[in-house]
């Protein structure tokens, strides 16, 4: 890596690294009192309505934002464009996805409190979706200050009304609303932040909408088999065991999931510089990439054992291992396989 690139990348990634801190120490924060007084039963449910609305999501929020990133990152004059036209027809598959996930969780016959907590993620993904593309458009920029500010407001805001509402007695349903508006206060920071850089947003148009979706086609086909791909368990389950159960395999997941803060940081402090060596400095995009995966697995490698190791330990700690024992072996498993998917975050993230 050339001087500029590695400053470009170490920047990014120190502003990542600072905003995981604060954000994971708040959902750490949370997650000490969420699975605890809900019980497994209630937390499951709060657990499958998240992981219903991220399969769903998928339609709405299209390329993400890594296509957004690209976009802008080539074009940074076009910002104002690529922006409100990547919003616009997100409005209508928003429509599209909303109906479908109400209509899939009728007909799974789930209980009345977790089709109402999935109508209220539902209604979540319109302003989720519109901050994913701020935050791509910012990343474009190879700005990720804004988006981190957004991000532990969020968190911050959702973690200490959360676990107030906890304390007070509030249930699975009133968490899920407290979640939304977490996202909804992100989105508002986004779009204020946005406006230094775009002061006067453009009208919609139509063709380049179409353009835009034609373009990010490829993106969305990587955002379904992956999000299928890790999110499809939890709704098996779901259909083939008792609440309790998903609540179990949650509590797992969700510690998995905090592990995966690393290639993400990484992955979207490179993402914007690779775009901009591909097909230019090949060599140097590939001497790039090959120090991120060294990155990767110099770190991967240790985390990977400690939490297979102390997999008892966490569990203990997090969620209480009298109502969570069967959630040790699933963090067993997901810690096999996390050191697998740090490399596969960087590789994805290059092609």
């Known amino acids: 890596m050339n001087k500029d690139i590695a400053q470009s990348v170490a920047r990014n990634t120190a502003v990542q690294f600072g905003q995981q801190l604060i ?3 708040s959902s750490f924060a949370l997650m000490l009192f969420l699975p605890r007084l809900l019980g497994p039963e209630k937390y499951g449910r709060l657990y499958l309505a998240e992981m219903v609305a991220a399969m769903f999501i998928v339609l709405v929020t299209y390329d993400g934002r890594f296509s957004i990133a690209k976009q802008v990152s080539r074009r940074p004059e076009e910002a104002g464009d690529i922006l ?5 027809f997100r409005v209508g598959l928003w429509v599209i996805s909303f109906t479908a996930m109400l209509t899939f969780s009728l007909v799974a016959g789930y209980p009345t409190p977790v089709v109402i907590i999935i109508a209220i993620f539902g209604v979540e ?4 979706a519109a901050r994913a593309v701020y935050s791509g458009a910012f990343l474009g920029f190879e700005i990720t200050t804004y988006t981190a500010v957004s991000a532990i407001v969020e968190r911050v805001f959702v973690s200490v009304v959360g676990i ?17 508006t977490g996202t909804l206060l992100n989105f508002i920071i986004c779009s204020g932040y946005f406006r230094r850089y775009v002061p006067r947003l ?12 034609k373009s990010g086609f490829p993106f969305l086909l990587w955002t379904i088999f992956g999000v299928v791909y890790y999110r499809i368990d939890t709704v098996m389950l779901s259909l083939m065991t008792p609440e309790k159960v998903v609540g179990w395999y949650g509590a797992a997941y969700k510690f998995y999931d905090v592990l995966v803060f690393l290639p993400s940081i990484f992955s979207i402090a490179i993402l914007p510089v690779l775009s901009k060596l591909y097909g230019k400095e090949n060599l140097l995009l590939a001497r790039t990439t090959q120090k991120g995966m060294d990155f990767i697995l110099l770190t991967g490698i240790p985390i990977s054992i400690v939490c297979f190791y102390f997999s008892p330990d966490i569990i203990g ?3 209480g291992i009298e109502n969570y024992a069967p959630a040790v072996f699933n963090l067993r498993i997901f810690a096999a396989g996390l050191l697998l998917l740090y490399i596969d975050m960087i590789l994805a993230t290059a092609i």
């Open 23 to 25: 954000t994971w120490a």
């Open 84 to 88: 409100v036209n990547s919003l616009g």
């Open 125 to 128: 993904m319109l302003w989720s």
């Open 164 to 180: 107030t509402a906890l304390l007070l007695g509030g249930q699975e349903i009133v968490i899920a609303i407290v979640m939304a």
């Open 202 to 213: 453009p009208r919609f148009d139509r063709a380049k909408a179409w353009k835009l979706m």
């Open 317 to 319: 700690f997090l969620f």
